[in-house]
Each structure stands twice: as C-alpha cells, then as structure tokens.
C-alpha cells in the first residue's frame, strides 16, 4: 500500500519520457557525438590512427586523405585529445540512423616537403565524400 | 518416488534475466533438489586483445568488459598499471574516480533494485527505481559524455573535469534522486508483500558466505564486513567510508544492503564533491610497463580482481580478470536446493549476476 500515492501520482501526471523521434531532447555539451575533420587543418600525421582502440581511421599521408569508418567508430574521442592540430571536432550530437553503411573520406592537401609546399597548394580543393559500400 | 523428478531448463534466454545464464533444475513437485549450470554463451575472447592492442587503447577495452560497471574495469586496470610503473594519479584524479565509481554503483545497484522488483511482480517499483535512475545516467552523460561507457579513466589519471556549476548541477540532480529513493523506501523495505517474497528465501549462512567465497553484498548480507573500498584505493582513504552490512543472510538482506550502499555512496558523491581538490588531472607517464601487477576494487557485485604481465613493450603480455560473478556462483547454487520454483528468479537476481563481466 505504500506504492499506492505514487502509483496515483504518476497515473495522473505527465509520462517520464519523451515521444523521442517527434520531440528531441537539448543535447548536453560534453555528449561525445559525432567526429569530423576540419581537414584544411589537417597535417596527417597519423596521430588519430594509432591512438584509435577499434582502427576506424586509416591516414595515407601521401595521398592526402583521411578515411574514417563511422560503423566502427567508438566515440571514445581518444583522437580528438590526441590531434595535435585540432582539426578533430566532436560535436554533441549522435549520428543519425543510416541504413547502409559508409566510411567518410576527406581529401586535404598532402603532407609534402618544404620545397614542393608551393607546388602542394593549387590542388588543396578540400571535399567530402562519402563513398557507399 | 523417483520418477516425480523433472528437469527444468531456467535460460540462457529467460523473461527474468536478459543475460545468458543456464541452469538445469532438477525439482520434485515444486521444490528445487538440483542445479546444474552452464556458462560460457557470451564469450568474446577479451582478455586476449592486450597483445593486439597497446596498453593505453586496452582501457577502452576493459571498460566494455562489464556494459553496467564500466568505469570501476577501467578504473582497477589503471591502478594497476600505475602502481606496476610506480607512478600515482594526481589528488584531483583520484576524488574523481570515485565520484564517476560511486555514480556507476548507483544506477547499476538501482537497476538491480527495479529488477529485482520485477522478479517478485512488483513492476510499479520497477518502473519507478528506473525512473529515478534516469538522474544518474543525465550526471553520467553531462560530466564524462555517455551514459555508461564512460571513458573517463587514463593511465596516470582522468581525461574530463568537473566545472564548479556542474557541480552545483549535479549536487541539485542527487537531491532529487534522494528524493526518489525516500518515496521507495518504505516499499522496497517495509511492505508486507515485498517482505513474503523476500525474507527467509535464498538463506546463506555466515560461515557458508565465507567458504564459499561469495563477494560484494552477497558476502555483507551474511554479516561480514568485507569491501574492497576499506582498502582505501583512489581517494576512498579520505572520504568518511562505512561498509553496509545486514546479517540475515537472506535476499531481502542482500536487498537491503544495496539499497542502503545508494544512499551511502550518494553521501560519498557530495562529500568529494565539497571537497575536491585544485590539481592536474593526469601525471606523465615513463615508457611503457614492466613486471607483473596485482590490484582489487569494488564493484557494485563485488571484489574484481585484475591480474597483469608485462613485458617493456607496448603491448601486455597477459591480463586475468576475475568478477564478483564468477565468486557468487557457488554460493547460488549451494542456496538454490531446497527452494519453491516460483523463488528460483528471486534467488538467482539477488546475486546480481552479470555474465557478461564473468565469461568476457
């Protein structure tokens, strides 16, 4: 019989939760959300990689392109504490549902020695793309 | 009489546990003579990953260990890098292991407490401890940014910080949760049908608790005083820290002890919070490990114990990990024999089991 006020109460009152997909809640600003890359920033060190616990990012240095798999992606922001450009930005907010699945490609300027730096800058055309599989 | 016996297959997919635990009853009539169990049906081989993941990648490991009590994985595993490297996290880093700790013993023992409701019928209580459970999962995901994987702890300290007005956000958020656990209080302890399904069901004596082995509030609810946490790792050593212990022996003991460690471990929340002090939140770390490690903590079903080797290298050579589970088998099945079948669910959730932390 002790429930009973508060089974009465809650009877009468408003539900707890929320009619999610129709009404959202504020995202709270340290929610570990989604992962971009500013990738005019981005020197491609590879840093990112090696501290990735699942190797959802994959760097080629060479080419100039950043891969990450959203699918295998932990969202344990090791990698944005790590960036040492800090071109990695998580956001508070998760991703949205998909029903295939994709790994986002960036392309930036290719990391390139002193004397060909110059020659490196006229094909930065920074894009995103997300290739589907 | 002896064709009167049945077996009754209880999981590994059952309404009552979502985990996978199967035990064979053998009953006659309805009264349990045997249990048989068998583990071993979510088995992820994680324990092998240290040689394929460096030291520092394994802590987002260890946490997925356990899906309720990821934190204190982390937490034991760093201490016990730290202490095989020689090196202590900062003050600051310490009070807030505990806090992220004691948050994590929180929801996991009021999700126990709304499955437990569930167990005996009661599922306004259920609904309801879920409902104020909701608080703590919003601090969890407001200060470390998930509601249960946490990713809080590091080799040599924690990776977030508490802001003053978070502190205040989240002192105001306990208060309401204190107000939720008053409501419920005289129900989970005091009513008459919550006590006829509960008392004298599932009885484990004192000596038999100790022989047996059994760990955490199954342990304290036969009367013995035993917690990792008087040990005094993190800052547990600071803080005003007083085992719970009920000597009945029974799952309303062991009920009550956890019910009783919420309001102990919200006390520990404020009183860390008040006094948190000013310092860096990790300290450097000298190369990688070397040599062997031991270190215990508490979790909300008992002692976990990490064992680790390694070896100079990134990469560990080997990691043991034993749960609170793990000890609390036997001492569920020397409780079962002997009991009604409709008590059977009561009996087995008041050891909280968790399969996943057991088999890994």
Redesign the interface.
Known sequence: MYMLKNVLRNLSGKPATRLYPLEEREPFPAYRGVITNEVEKCIFCNSCARVCPTDAITVDAKAGQWHYDPFLCVYCSACVEKCPTKCLVQVPTHRKPSVVKFRVLRTGTPRVKKSAAAKGKEESGAEKKAEQE | MSNRTTVIPFGPQHPVLPEPLHIKFVVEDETVVGAIPQLGFVHRGLESLVRT?DY???V??VE?ICGICSCIHANCYCNALENMMGITAPPRAQFLRVIWSELHRIHSHLLWLGLFADAFG?E??F??FW?IR?HVM?IC??????RV?L?VNVVGGV??DLAPDQIRWMLGRLDELQKGMR??T??ML??YTVQERTRGIGYLSKDDARLLGAAGPTLRGSGWEIDERMHGYAAYNDLNFIPVVENDGDCYARAKVRFYEVLHAMDLIREALNRLPESELTVKVPGNPDGEAVFRVEQPRGELFYYIRANGTKYLERMRVRTPTFANVPPLLHMLPGCKLPDVPVIVLSIDPCISCTER
């Open positions: 993941k520092n990648q394994m987002f490991v997925r009661f306004s209580v609904q309801q409902r909701e919003d995901e407001a200060t470390a940014g998930n994987i990713s990776r977030r409501e419920l005289n129900t005091d009513d």
